[in-house]
């Protein structure tokens, strides 16, 4: 049966569907809630033992986010909306400390442990608390996925706002520079809300605004030319910073950026954003895939010199996810064989060295050649993210009724 | 030849002179002198190609004392002494802001890049002083050392002196806990000023009174007997944290507490801490030593659960020379065989997976099996230190008039 053919489409949503829906949901619906404390464990073990019962903030937003949208665009199932209003409810209680700024890490009685310079926890709660919104019908949630991204954008581009105990990591006098992350989320977060909530004003821009501001930032200054890469850091001006952290790609991350870019081309019909989007995956697949062992390599070098990272050619299973998804899109948006190729390729190597047929689940970190690293399902990094949004959008792409 | 009997004892001794002196010092020598703007560059790649020109202050501190070490104990050759004034220079020049807090790392001409909560900055740059007032004879560098050691002191143990801008990592409120880093890292800077400076009060204690200070804590809360392990990580109380920082143990870094503790029991004939430096060394060997695939592990966890770094089972060169260094000044004190053997096993395997025999030097980071992971010699973490002190510490262990 060729790849991507009609009646291949039809076996594929089946499979993502059902990894889905009789795998990886039930994985954390049964291992991951806290029916004590409320919210969320991610640290467990390959058989889903919980290793650790340390809280995320990262994750009580992003779990939201998920129980709550399969609820929205699967069916309004009651253990979904439970699940949702589970993390919601950790998430108002003991997300956020006195200043309004949200933890990273918390105890499982929801103590803070951890508050980091990123405003990432920012992002996931409002694409939660979004998302919940319309999953309960509950206005007051709008308002507090307002209030959440609004304080992203202060956290994540506004350095004035920054806490004191929280300065830039390299000295911005010495070496400004810019990161892709929070433009990335900030697009992520922003489509979110719009699918929603529409298309409200926030902090002065519409979340379409936002949208394009980003992407435009994107293209003009990240987007290297004349190296062929989408680069992590940059100067404000777009140059090369040529140093260790300047030089280093994260392919996955850009294949990411690539499908929130062809997304919204899709949605509004940009020409453009189609053209960017599609070269971000041609050139970052290029840098990515590794030829020798398959899978998609973790940090490369945009010269090709040594990564500073010692782990630097591990498979992680995110950027896996990340890569299924944009794949997959493009060839959808395009017709051209080769997504479908690429797409067949890191699908293939991806279940057959990430997904465990035992426990359920996915492995999260991998050698290069496949051996799995840890045998962790979760931990304060993974959890019901990344494998089960990736298995949700391919599902809904190919079947769009699903 | 049995190994270490004393045919093969003058051979080893060799072995590790020639290799320190005929190839790691040279290589460093050779490729690491910023002639220009002085000091030291360590992100050389594997043939000695500096792909980064950032400056780390750690090895600015720990590459002078190196080099000013070699002088002091074995001839006071001009290109070591004018190697370790190098260094010396830039840290007086470029090593601390106005606050006297030490930075992590500045640009090739000395401007700001990054300054973390740790003081190791100021522990390297006390022994780079230390044995650089010793080399010089110039004294005003003894007042250097212990300007530095105060502000060591201070910056790692005193809370209250903590810059407000690099607040604990995990709240103390919630989660008080202590690290060992600190307190190793002491002993072996009081070492360091005690043997170039003599016994003087810093602070209020003695080098050996600091020394014995830190060793009764190691003993009373970190070697943690119900688990045979010493532990990284504690409560105030010794318990141990059983989360997933809280159980992770850290072999190579163990092993190098064990040498420490040994070096002290040796020096001033004490009974109990050589009991000490004996359990670390046997309890942690036994976490360590991969009796698959050879070398010592990265990270371990406590109670066997999966450890949370998805890197922890990869090779580092540096927990292989001080188990190096550990095992044969175990054999040393005691003449037990299983040093000899635990020694044979540990630098027969280092010798032949992180020795580069063509450009000189060793690689940094293998995969569990010992394969590459990276070709660097050198970047913001590994520079002319661990492995040039092992070489040296052996030599002349071996050979007491070297």
Redesign the interface.
């Known amino acids: 049966m060729q790849w991507l053919s009609p009646a291949h489409r039809a076996a594929l949503a089946t499979e993502y569907r059902r990894h889905l829906l009789d795998d990886v949901i039930p994985f954390w619906l049964r291992h991951g809630m806290d029916s004590q404390q409320g919210g969320y464990f991610t ?1 467990l ?2 058989d889903g033992a919980v ?4 809280k995320s903030i990262w994750f009580q937003g992003r779990g939201a986010w998920m129980f709550a949208t399969l609820a929205n665009t699967v069916e309004p199932r009651r253990e979904w909306l439970d699940a949702a209003r589970s993390g919601i409810d950790f998430l108002q209680r003991f997300g956020r400390d006195s200043s309004g700024k949200y933890h990273f890490t918390v ?1 499982r009685d929801g ?5 980091r310079r990123y405003a990432f926890s920012e992002s996931f709660a409002a694409i939660a608390f979004a998302a919940y919104a319309r999953a309960s019908g509950d206005e007051s949630f709008a308002d507090h996925a307002h209030e959440a991204f609004a304080a992203y954008l202060r956290y994540a581009f506004d350095p004035a706002q920054s806490l ?4 830039a ?3 911005p006098q ?2 400004p520079m810019l990161g892709i992350g929070p433009l990335m989320i900030g697009i992520a977060t922003a489509q979110e809300l719009r699918a929603n909530l529409g298309d409200r004003i926030i902090a002065g821009r519409s979340c379409t605004q936002w949208i394009d501001h980003w992407i435009d930032s994107i293209a003009t200054r990240f987007l290297n030319r004349e190296h062929e890469a989408l680069l992590e850091v940059v100067a404000p001006d777009g140059s090369v910073i040529d ?2 952290d300047g030089r280093m790609l994260n392919p996955g991350h850009a294949l990411e950026c690539a499908w929130f870019v062809l997304q919204e081309a899709r949605q509004r019909d940009r020409a453009d954003y189609r053209q960017l989007g599609l070269t971000i995956l041609d050139w970052m697949w290029r840098r990515g895939w590794d030829c020798e062992y398959g899978g998609i390599f973790y940090f490369r070098d945009l010269r090709g ?4 990272e ?5 498979k ?1 299973w995110w950027p896996h996810c990340e890569a299924i998804i944009a794949t997959l899109l493009a060839f959808e948006m395009t017709g051209e064989s080769r997504y479908a190729e690429w797409h067949r390729a890191v699908h293939e190597w991806s279940f057959r060295h990430f997904a465990d047929a035992e426990f359920g689940e996915w492995y ?2 991998l ?2 050649d496949g051996r799995i ?4 399902k979760g ?3 993974k959890g019901p993210f990344h494998l089960p949004r990736m298995l949700w959008y391919c599902w809904r792409l190919l079947e769009p009724r699903g």
Chains 1, 2 share one sequence.
């Open positions: 640290a073990d390959r290793v650790d019962t340390d105890t103590r803070p442990l951890r508050m004191p105990q929280f300065p990591k390299i000295n010495t070496r140093h260790f010199l040594p990564v500073q010692y782990w630097q050619d591990m992680f999260g970190y050698h290069r690293s840890t045998p962790l931990s304060m990094w």
